[in-house]
């Protein structure tokens, strides 16, 4: 088999190992709760110290893979993400499995950044859509599979296995890019954008740590101001920072083209809604409703299956219709999907979700195909690598800000809701925020085993009326920004703003020179998507 298609391989395995990781972990946060004894705001790290970390280090990974070499940074990355995903596995603590995500998302952003910039190099012609639709199968289906697979590994091994199963992959990729792949770089690619990369992670960081402090101490806690401030400062220097540098690697003139801003308002809306929420959507099956990991994932497959299904037919309809008709619609279909989730009482079962599985997975399936060539198709090849990576991290701090800020919520109305209820128990009341700390860390059974054999069947139905309360208020929450983005989406893309697209020939050669981060499509959830595009990449239709 000649090299390129061993690169194809490595590439695949990557993506499969990084794809897999993120769904996969969501359906064993309750099992590691219980295990490790962790708090609710610990739970809610051990997504974001990933998410966090790829979106901070994404575009510098890119910059740093064009000037030292793709090949030499895949391979840093394939070894990080191994290493952390052991960390992983072995962790006794919670402050250890959240630094090892972080790790995790260390190795992962230099994977995202280098993995398409090796397929670009290495393919041309009708190679490279065949190349790049296996490469969007692969996406796909570790997508779908994480549900089921984590579900599986969880309750057949233990949580820890969701992690070593990386191991393995790691290896072998490691071994193919060693014996196989071939090296590449930029011929003139710049330093990196050390200040912006700087202050952008310290502003996302300030921010999180912010907002999931204030949904374990309120809002009104010193240090939860205090970390607003700091990062609306540092936010606003990254800002500064990056109309002053020579090369940033965030070029903030992009946001004036409205095509390119209602892509990135997009993903951020795709992800800051819906796939925040599947951490919160887990939690209640299995420590509301008392699913296994494995019956709470067949349940969630629901929603990832459909998105699979749609997203095949959307890839296609992408290269006819506008995408502002696939990326709009699409989202405003996750925000009812959302709003249809919400209704929950003390006595709803999971089949209450089953609706708004169907229309939010769907919605999700019409937005992932074209979000990316949204965003590269407006830019010339040169930047796109920049592009597809801004959107891309959008994507990731949605996730990252999403996650943090519905655990505020939900903490507050949940406290707020049995307050409310227990107050007219003389044994309960007053207990309202204590019995909600224990309900968020995992604990609902301990508390009313401990109550007055009185009083436990008054609490138990409280706890389940107080628990659905709360996760109500994060469906319309989730579900309102999903539909605004949507909006924003449907008015902001523009046919006009979408630049003529050059050559195949010109594509290859903007790979081989490109700048800051050197994937193309990086974020590319179809085959229809990575395909060449027309002269009228939006689709068939001049207008939009």
Known sequence: ??????????????????????????????????????????????VDAYALTLAALLLTAGSLADRYGRRLLFLIGLGVF???SALCAAAQTPTMLVASRALQGVGGAVLFATSLALLAMNFHGRERGVAFGVWGAVTGISTALGPILGGLITSGVSWRGIFWVNLPIGAAAIAITLWKVTESRAPHAHRPDLPGFATLTAGLVALVYGLIRASEQ???DGGVLTCFVLAAVLLVAFIVVETRVAHPMFDLSLLRIPTFLGGSVAAFAMNGSLFAMLLYLTVYLQNALGYSALQAGLRVLILSATAMVVSTVAGRASTRLPVRWLIGPGLVLVGVGLLLMAGLDADSGWTHLIPGFIVAGAGSGLVNPPLASTAVGVVHPFRSGMASGVNTTFRQVGIAVGTAAYGSIFAAQLADGLGDRLAGVPELAGRGEQIADA????GAGEVIGAAPAAVRGTLAEAIDAGFAGALNDLFVTSGILAIA???????LIRAK???????????????ATGASPAAANLAVASPAAARPATATPEGASPTA
Do not use: N, Y
């Open 1 to 46: 088999m000649e090299r390129k298609w061993w690169t194809l391989v490595a590439v695949c395995s990557a993506t499969f190992m990084l794809l897999l990781d993120i769904t996969i972990v969501v359906v064993a946060l309750p099992d590691i709760q219980r295990v490790l004894h962790t708090s609710f705001g610990e739970v809610q790290w051990v």
């Open 439 to 442: 309900v968020r860390g995992g």
């Open 218 to 220: 309120g809002w009104g």
């Open 82 to 84: 191994t290493a952390g």
């Open 485 to 491: 983005g949507g909006v924003l989406a449907l008015v």
């Open 497 to 511: 703003d979408f630049a003529a697209v050059p050559q195949q020939a010109d594509l290859a050669g903007a790979g």
